[in-house]
């Protein structure tokens, strides 16, 4: 069953990230995928959104759909203005690829070319909308297209620090919803009680809330998160598990598998991030009993 | 042995002085393909290490960890050396030196001279041996290991020449040797002549000249050591009885106490003390009573203190804080008097004691003081030549490093570390000359063995004592003569020896020999020299293989010597047996990366990186905060005055501009793995946690330390409470406050020396010493109290400790017994302690306490570095170094190395030293050009693969992979030889070279045979 299709019929979707290479070197990423096929409902393809110049989401996209494996590319609106957006949108569902999530993006000051222009023509909600306007036979001026493209789009939540941001991305996020967005991926998940409230608050957007799990690889990665990111709420007793592991890999494993097998009872579906260890995945999802 | 080509240009480094520090600057600089001459004034290189008899804190003895160095100096291509040389001058500047070196007549000619040792048999007074307390000679052959082989004549001695001459079967001697002058020109010159024992004779007091049975530590020493003039007996000099009860007494020569003492403190007497007490008692029996005299114990040095807690707790030596009176002897008696008096007490008590032990300190020579003033070099108030703060290698002259106890008195470990800070310093003045094909010796080719019947040689060594006095050498010859195989059979001595080797060589040619077993030591410190050697003598090196019967029979079962015979024999029957079985095999290479990763951007990790970027190295350095600089960016100024805001300012800006290194801040390492020249190390970076992999040859661990702030005496609770960096703080930003001070207290040892976290911080009382300067500086009316355990100002930092009493900074010493009391008075803090003088009780109102908190691992981040790395730590969370003694920066893991905080509490200017000693051990290893891989990888044998993937899954590194014929293919260029396919291929398809089924079985079947035929 297509991504769309287990979406639209509330089934349990698994997605797993996986990014470009920064080069030209694709061995990695086309076996990582290879490993995964059959195993998840489609692997995601983030762009350069975290500001790190890599190959582009396209070809990423491109490459998954060669190797049989369905896709979804992110788009954003920091390096792009409408016109690239729209031509990038109807390039991709000429090779294949109809699943966009549209997604927030780093600021160029986290970026490795610091000096690079900010274009952000448009924002999230108008790219959405743009999309939308595609599928419907015109472009954001009304033009009208030689041929129609169509697709399945998302959009995120970005990482918060604290209750007045949340409630801020959720109005964001409704007006995301409202623009063509029929599924929403949070940021990674660590403490499932907090996130219990959280799926309250978020209950009335009414579409899919596909939660991200984070591979920790290391104890110093959990207090970095625990440190820098407040609203991630990583537990003491999280960090605790990850320090008196015999194996700190493997438990790191063992907790994404374990979030996600907790996960199928409360959400629609999981997005799996490992920021580089993509060969990790089998494993997880064998935790995860998928 | 010699290199005697003469260069013309001034491309090399002349390194003064072959003690410990002058090896291993000559080492490291040769190992980074640079030319050396090393000159020694003595008969042999090894310096004053090689008349210990153990080290501290291991207590291992060190003639067997130090002449594999040795070895090292002797084999070394591009060093040349001059023994019985001395310098008389240096003109020149940095780059273009001219020296003129002095070197005096041996009287043999060391080419012919094979160290048999037949002149000294025949006329011992006139030749050159032993060492120590023997009064007839200085050193020639000084201990059985030595470099260069071969005596030395004392020709003044000698009253029949002819005789002398005579006896010499390789006909060695030769009397007109008249010495010789030369000139040689070098880039720049390392001094490490080390230094000079203080000479306590003077002391009438400590009756040294007068008794027998007064030494000093190192003459003790003398008598512990097996190869010293009692053969190991501990006995007194005065009746040759083994003495019941021997004192110790600390601080003779230093810390200013006596007439010509140092100002300085010298650092090493105090283990020196420790070691020599834990070793009477460990050896000598219980019932011999020890006792050390200490003003101050210093056992500042990294895990020091666990070692004087075991003096004290487990072996029962005995301290008593007092500086003795006196020792006499009185008229018809026979034991010493040693009187002394007690704290807090003015009766003098007086104790026999049948053997004294005056714990002479360092002192610069008269002939280096001579030497320093013809070089120019600016020196302090004892001599050393002076420093600067933030590179203790440098002195005033350009071109000119100092190391080692020349430099400032210290112990073993610190000189391997400055030595190598000085390689990395001189090797910058000249370029490298790597060895050009030519120059190497040819090798012959290897001999094609196939189609020949097994013919072995088997050689046993007896080790001197080691393997000779316990298993019986002739019978294990004769009956490895009966072996089947095996054609010849012989002892060797020491198979190790230059003239043993020559004959091993030869036998292998004359006897046809295809395979040779070496009946010795361990193949982890000798096989590489033996395969060496078989490999000149024709054969591929891995016909070889090792019985250890050293080791693992003679060593551990010293006191069963039939046993240990018969075990000798299962061993050399094993290894004959593996012998047969093995197969010439080929070695693998792969091009070596020669970036380097530096983890930590801290002053240390910065100096590593810029010095190895200075010598054309790409550098990435990886700082898991957001920013460079590390602890020493809430510092201020060190106790000598230096800045250290500039410092940091300075490295920073130098590191970040630098077009060689990367710096990649935010940088939390996940995954690593490779070998040495090929390192992967994978790390997420920033805030997005970008995935990046750096691959490297070498790494660098410079992760540092944490300040520590134990919830102790209301720190955290009362802002009146601090630290020292806190105090350090106020003292720079905050005068007005702290000229509103009266009272100010200091305790030391907050969270150091305690249950929790045992080790001295060392850094401390520094920094006591300098924030109370300071603080006088700008308050003088301000009293400043130091509650102090022991004051360890160590080296010159004692003259700052002497300064400070001097300027009305009250010591008070506690005990942890009776610690200090704190409690919130008010407006200030109340400090209750006893003055241990006056007796009494006493509390101070303070404006401030300020604790001295120290240092403690970052426990959590070098866990996981150690996990991720495979680096093995301390029981305290620091950085463990691959050997305590004499390798303290390389680590156990072959590629890595350690610097600053990560290794132990240190101080600025020493992480700094040690941060270039790793850039220089770590361009021993970036010199070169390939990565030997070895022969031991897996093989597959294509008939018996069925194909069934077990061996793709099994291995770590993805090598195995099915052929285009169907079966597993494993590229031996990739294959890491780790054995995991061999272990797991369910057909036995798959073999590891160097560890064949056919090659262990073999061994275990002579094994059993025994057996067997007893059943």
Redesign the interface.
């Given at each position: 069953m297509s991504f769309q299709k287990k979406l639209s019929s509330n089934d349990f979707v698994v997605l797993a990230e996986m990014h470009t290479p920064k080069g030209v070197n694709i061995a990695g990423l086309v076996n990582d995928a290879r490993r995964i096929k059959g195993r998840v409902d489609a692997i995601v393809i983030p762009d350069m959104d975290n500001g790190i110049v890599r190959m582009s989401a396209l070809a990423g996209g491109v490459l998954m759909r060669q190797e049989g494996i369905e896709t979804i590319i992110h788009m954003y609106c920091r390096d792009r203005n409408r016109l690239a957006l729209q031509g990038d949108a109807m390039a991709a569902h000429v090779l294949g690829i109809n699943n966009i999530v549209v997604v927030h993006s780093e600021d160029m000051s986290q970026s490795d070319h610091r000096e690079a222009q900010t274009v952000t023509d448009i924002d999230e909600v108008e790219l959405l909308g743009a999309i939308r306007s595609l599928a419907a036979g015109k472009d954001m001026e009304g033009f009208e297209l030689d041929g129609i493209p169509s697709f399945t789009c998302g959009c995120t939540i970005a990482p918060y620090e604290n209750q007045k941001e949340l409630d801020k991305e959720i109005d964001f996020a409704r007006k995301k919803i409202d623009a063509g967005a029929s599924f929403v991926i949070t940021p990674p998940v660590f403490n499932l009680d907090d996130f219990a409230g959280f799926l309250e608050k978020v209950k009335g957007l009414d579409v899919p809330i596909i939660p991200t799990v984070f591979l920790i690889k290391s104890l110093a990665i959990a207090q970095y998160i625990a440190n820098s990111e407040p609203g991630a709420k990583i537990s003491d007793d999280l960090i605790r598990r990850i320090r008196k592991a015999p194996d700190r890999e493997v438990e790191g494993i063992k907790i994404a598998g374990e979030t996600i097998a907790a996960m199928k009872r409360m959400v629609g579906g999981v997005k799996v991030q490992t920021l580089g260890w993509e060969h990790k995945l089998p494993d997880i999802l064998d935790v995860a009993g998928i | 042995m010699q290199n005697t080509k003469e260069l013309p240009t001034s491309n090399k480094v002349l390194v003064i002085g072959g003690g410990l520090g002058g090896i291993r600057t000559a080492l490291d600089l040769a190992e980074a393909e640079k030319d050396v001459i090393l000159v020694d004034k003595s008969y042999n290189i090894g310096g004053l290490m090689t008349q210990l008899d153990r080290t501290f804190p291991t207590n291992n003895c060190d003639l067997c960890t130090l002449s594999p160095n040795l070895s090292e100096g002797g084999r070394q291509k591009h060093i040349e050396l001059e023994a019985m040389t001395t310098v008389t001058g240096i003109t020149g500047e940095k780059g273009n030196f001219k020296a003129t070196l002095r070197t005096e007549p041996r009287y043999i000619n060391l080419e012919k001279c094979t160290a048999c040792g037949e002149c000294y048999k025949q006329f011992p007074q006139w030749v050159r041996f032993t060492p120590g307390l023997d009064h007839r000679a200085p050193t020639c052959m000084r201990y059985p290991q030595a470099i260069p082989q071969a005596y030395s004549i004392d020709l003044a001695k000698c009253d029949d020449v002819e005789a002398l001459v005579k006896v010499c079967p390789a006909g060695a001697i030769q009397l007109d040797d008249i010495g010789r002058n030369r000139e040689v020109r070098c880039g720049s010159v390392v001094l490490a002549m080390g230094a000079d024992l203080f000479d306590p004779s003077h002391l009438d007091y400590l009756a040294y000249a007068t008794q027998p049975d007064v030494v000093t530590s190192l003459e003790y020493e003398r008598i512990l050591s097996a190869s010293g003039p009692t053969q190991g007996q501990l006995i007194r000099p005065s009746n040759k009885k083994q003495p019941k009860k021997i004192a110790w007494i600390q601080c003779v020569g230093s810390r200013g106490i006596q007439k010509g003492a140092g100002a300085h403190c010298s650092s090493a007497c105090c283990m020196f003390a420790l070691k020599e007490a834990i070793v009477t008692k460990e050896r000598f029996g219980e019932n011999i009573e020890t006792t050390i005299f200490y003003m101050d114990m210093r056992t500042f040095g990294k895990d020091y203190e666990l070692y004087y807690q075991r003096a004290k707790d487990e072996f029962g030596v005995r301290f008593i804080h007092s500086r003795p009176h006196s020792v006499v002897q009185e008229e018809g008696e026979k034991d010493l008097k040693l009187s002394y008096t007690l704290e807090g007490n003015s009766s003098q008590i007086t104790e026999e004691f049948d053997m004294v032990v005056l714990a002479t300190g360092f002192k610069v020579s008269e002939e280096s003081r001579e030497l320093l003033e013809k070089l120019g070099l600016e020196t302090n108030s004892s001599n050393f030549p002076t420093t600067p703060g933030f590179n203790a290698v440098v002195t005033s002259r350009p071109g000119i490093y100092v190391c080692g106890t020349l430099q400032e008195p210290k112990d073993i470990p610190e000189t391997m570390v400055q030595a190598s800070a000085a390689a990395c310093m001189a090797a910058k003045d000249i370029a490298a000359t790597p060895i050009t094909e030519d120059e190497i010796e040819a090798l012959p080719p290897e001999r094609d063995i196939s189609g020949e019947e097994p013919r072995v040689g088997v050689f046993i060594c007896d080790c001197g004592e080691n393997i000779g006095a316990v298993a019986d050498v002739d019978e294990l010859v004769k009956f490895a003569g009966q072996l089947p195989g095996v054609v010849v059979a012989a002892a060797k001595g020491h198979g190790c020896s230059r003239e043993s080797m020559e004959q091993i060589k030869a036998t292998i040619v004359e006897e046809g020999l295809n395979r040779v077993v070496m009946a010795a030591c361990s193949p982890r410190t000798h096989e590489s020299k033996f395969q060496e050697l078989i490999r000149q003598a024709g054969l591929n090196k891995y016909l070889l293989e090792m019985a250890n019967i050293r080791d693992q029979s003679t060593w551990v079962h010293g006191n069963a010597p039939q046993a240990a015979t018969q075990k000798s024999k299962d061993l050399i029957h094993m290894a004959v047996g593996a012998a047969i079985a093995s197969k010439p095999l080929s070695e693998h290479s792969l091009p070596m990366n020669k970036d380097v990763l530096v983890v930590g951007g801290g002053v240390t990790g910065m100096t590593s990186a810029l010095e190895l970027a200075d010598q054309g190295f790409k550098v990435y350095l990886a700082e898991?905060t957001s920013s460079l600089g590390g602890v020493a960016k809430s510092l201020h100024k060190t106790l000598e005055g230096d800045d250290v805001t500039a410092l940091v300012e300075d490295l920073v800006s130098r590191t970040k501009a630098h077009e060689k290194i990367e710096v990649i801040t935010g940088a939390?390492?996940?995954?690593h793995n490779g070998m040495p020249g090929m390192f992967t190390t994978?790390m997420?970076v920033?805030?997005?946690?970008?995935?990046?992999?750096i691959e490297h040859g070498v790494t660098i661990m410079a992760t540092g330390a944490l300040p520590n702030r134990p919830a102790k005496y209301l720190l955290g609770e009362n802002d009146r409470v601090g630290t020292q960096i806190d105090l350090q703080a106020i003292l720079a930003e905050d005068l007005q406050k702290v000229q509103s001070w009266d009272n100010v207290v200091m305790i030391q040892c907050v969270g150091s020396r305690d249950e929790e976290n045992p080790n001295c911080s060392r850094i401390c009382c520094q920094s006591a010493v300098k924030n109370g300067l300071r603080l006088l500086e700008i308050n003088p009316d301000a009293r400043v109290f130091v509650l102090y355990r022991d004051l360890r100002t160590y080296g010159f930092q004692e003259e700052y400790y002497q300064k400070a009493r001097e300027k009305g900074i009250i010591f008070v010493r506690y005990t942890t017994d009776n610690p200090p009391r704190v409690e919130k008075s008010g407006d200030t803090v109340s400090v209750g302690f006893t003055d241990p003088i006056l007796g009494m009780d006493l509390t101070v109102a303070a404006d401030y306490l300020c604790l001295s908190t120290g240092l403690v691992a970052d426990k959590?981040?070098t866990?996981?570095l150690a996990?991720?790395f495979k680096l093995q730590r301390t029981h305290d969370g620091y950085f463990l170094e691959d050997h305590i003694k004499l390798r303290p920066v390389d680590m156990a893991m072959p590629g890595f190395y350690v610097a600053g905080t990560a290794h132990s509490p240190k101080s600025i200017r020493e992480s700094l030293v040690q941060a270039r000693a790793a850039a220089s051990r770590a361009q021993t290893l970036l010199a070169r050009d390939s990565i030997n891989l070895g022969a031991a990888s897996a093989r597959v044998d294509g008939d018996k693969c069925a194909a069934c993937l077990i061996c793709v899954r099994a291995c770590p590194f993805d090598v195995p992979f099915i052929n285009a014929e169907g079966y597993s293919e494993i590229d031996p260029a990739q294959c890491h030889g780790c054995g995991l396919c061999a272990s797991e291929c369910p057909a036995k398809a798959i073999q590891l070279m160097q560890f064949e089924d056919d090659r262990i079985l073999a061994k275990i079947e002579d094994l059993f045979d025994r057996l067997e035929a007893k059943a």
């Open positions: - | 898991k939390l390492i996940v995954d994978g997420q920033g805030k997005q946690m970008f995935y990046r992999r959590d981040s866990e996981e996990m991720v």
